[in-house]
């Protein structure tokens, strides 16, 4: 009988019903709370999505990354699987502002490239400061890009992928909390829908360019247009980097 439980709690269902309960519980208190951004539901999906395994591990006298390696990882890897459709969706709002893309395109290449080769020599220095070990390091370096591709780049200069996936999704719920205030500040209004779109998309991805998004269709477009450059860029930059300085 509990050899049969414990196997059927291994099927995907069990991680796919953990991740759409964590989302929800997110949802609710992002509902309730006006958008208080630390209700933010990526974030309080990943916390209680942890809390959850860790409490498992500790009743079943086992370890949190046994639990999650049998009993989630199965159906985690199911939803994985939609980021990459996802990622690719927003060649959409691109195409639709494609006019825009070809006027700046050389500008915009240059700027996501330069710029992402830039934080790699930040990110380096910060995990210096901390003390973190090479493979830590690694696992930093690539969260410029999205999350679907940054994995694979973390796993290709020996960093862990899972360290990745957390990182930049900190990184994007940040930039989405921290959105409106950093238009503000940096007086984005007053400069261009295309750099606001560029800023929030290179900064915070997917999440970013959802916030980017909902200011209009032409940031949008812009941040669709710097997810994809700039995960370009550090499929290219990240392997360079981590041979030459690390």
């Known amino acids: 009988m509990a050899n049969t439980i414990v196997t059927n709690l291994a099927l995907p269902f069990t991680g796919i019903f953990i991740s759409l309960i964590v989302y929800l519980i997110g949802m609710w208190l992002t ?5 208080f951004f630390l209700f933010n539901p990526l974030l309080v999906g990943m916390v209680l999505g942890i809390v959850v395994l860790a409490i498992w591990a500790k009743g079943t006298g086992s370890t949190t990354a046994a639990v999650y390696k049998k009993f989630y990882l199965p159906g985690g890897n199911m939803i994985f699987w939609f980021l990459n459709p996802a990622t690719m969706a927003f060649a959409i709002p691109v195409y639709r502002e494609n006019n825009i893309f070809k006027k700046y ?12 080769f830039i934080s790699l020599f ?31 780049i973390a796993a290709g200069v020996h960093g862990v992928p899972a360290v990745t996936a957390m990182a930049c999704i900190l990184n994007a719920v ?6 409106e205030f950093l238009i503000k500040v940096l007086g984005l209004k007053k400069i261009s829908a295309v750099a606001t779109g560029l800023g929030l998309g290179s900064a915070g991805h997917t999440v970013g360019s959802v916030k980017a998004l909902s200011l209009g269709e032409i ?4 941040a669709g247009v710097s997810v994809l450059i700039i995960s370009l860029a550090m499929d290219i930059l990240v392997p360079i980097y ?3 300085f690390m």
């Open 31 to 35: 509902k309730i709370s006006n958008g």
């Open 105 to 116: 395109w050389f500008d915009i290449i240059v700027i996501c490239f330069v710029g992402g």
């Open 122 to 152: 930040l990110i380096n220095l910060v995990c210096k400061l901390f003390g973190l070990s090479a493979a830590s390091t690694a696992s930093m370096l690539p969260q410029a890009a999205t999350t679907a591709v940054a994995m694979p």
């Open 174 to 179: 940040v930039i989405y909390a921290l959105a």
């Open 219 to 222: 940031q949008g477009a812009m």
């Open 242 to 244: 981590a041979h030459l």
